[in-house]
């Protein structure tokens, strides 16, 4: 009978894993880990409530508690592809890849058709540049109907396949075709000057670009990106006005003051070139270039002593630094 009811009382606190503890979300993983390990003090190897712990651990970014259990869960069961897909998770946030990887390799062998584990392990593979990133794209792609994620096309666009990038996003969009990430990608790859780039197309380009900001007219980005493709094929004022509706939206990004900067310097705008580039200054006093660019104008605008004192910003970021060097050398 004791036996029983202490049965009973552990499928009741389990049950409160997966139920009860909905009110707030911190209350519910505390909830969660306080009924868990009530459990594996009666059953310290079961690798189920260990690879729960685990995961719930992971996700509060308890690393190393996370760690401990899974590890205990891994030395008591070693081919449950749940407990590997965490273990893979927990070590690649704990950045021992090596060991992620390997975790991964082992869910794919005990189960190919595992989506989840070929994708992080594709993921890792492409982040390292390892040799097998295409090779593991190809097969993500077949067995999952044309479909990968948004980093993936990043990584194929890294590779040089931008025509297969675009085949991808073209299929993807074919289904989503409101989707803003995809749609961004497709505005980047056609809109990308690199040599490699043979899908490279102006005009497709900016009927993506004026598609994302009419369909999601307060993404910074979207006018940033354009302005910077206005910016590329060196229509500098158009540059300027799209970078202007992207700072009226994020007015702290400081890259976008940098381009407007550089877009005022190209068109001999040096005042104003000088006050973006101390903006970005002023919003990151570690930003090398920001201080390069404004010492180069100060040199052009007879302003030797603020000049110098740039450059030697750059050196004290960047004691190589040769275009201070040779400046400062003069």
């Not at 975790?103 to 190919?112: G, M, T």
């Not at 705008?269 to 101390?278: G, L, S, V």
């Amino acid at each position: 009978m004791i036996k029983f009811m202490t049965l009973y009382a552990n499928i009741a606190l389990l049950l409160c894993v997966f139920i009860s503890c909905q009110n707030s979300s911190h209350h519910s993983y505390y909830s969660s880990i306080d009924s868990l390990s009530f459990l594996l003090s009666n059953d310290s190897v079961n690798s189920v409530l260990l690879n729960e712990r685990a995961h719930i651990y992971l996700s509060q970014n308890q690393l190393y508690l996370a760690k401990k259990d899974i590890d205990v869960s891994y030395s008591v069961f070693k081919n449950d592809v749940n407990m590997l897909l965490t273990k893979g998770d927990i070590y690649f946030s704990l950045n021992e890849t090596r060991i992620a990887k390997s975790s991964w390799e082992r869910c794919l062998k005990i189960d190919p058709n595992n989506l989840a584990c070929r994708e992080k392990l594709t993921d890792l593979l492409c982040a390292v540049r390892h040799m097998d990133c295409k090779s593991m794209i190809d097969t993500l792609l077949l067995i999952n109907n044309g479909m990968i994620s948004p980093p993936l096309i990043v990584y194929l666009k890294e590779l040089g396949e931008y025509k297969l990038a675009v085949d991808v996003l073209d299929n993807m969009v074919s289904k989503f075709p409101n989707h803003k990430e995809y749609l961004v990608l497709l505005s980047v790859l056609y809109s990308d000057t690199c040599s490699m780039n043979q899908v490279y197309n102006s005009q497709l380009a900016e009927q993506y670009f004026e598609n994302i900001i009419q369909l999601y007219p307060n993404y910074a980005r979207g006018y940033y990106n354009f302005g910077k493709h206005r910016q590329n094929i060196g229509d500098y004022q158009s540059a300027l006005s799209l970078y202007n509706q992207s700072i009226s939206i994020n007015p702290t990004d400081k890259q976008t003051y940098y381009n407007m900067g550089f877009c005022h310097l190209q068109i001999q705008e040096y005042t104003q070139a000088i006050e973006f580039f101390t903006k970005v200054i002023e919003l990151d006093n570690t930003f090398l270039l920001a201080y390069h660019a404004r010492a180069h104008l100060y040199d052009i605008t007879k302003q030797k002593d603020k000049a110098i004192s740039d450059w030697k910003h750059c050196l004290m970021l960047n004691p190589s630094y040769i275009p201070a060097l040779q400046a400062l050398s003069k």
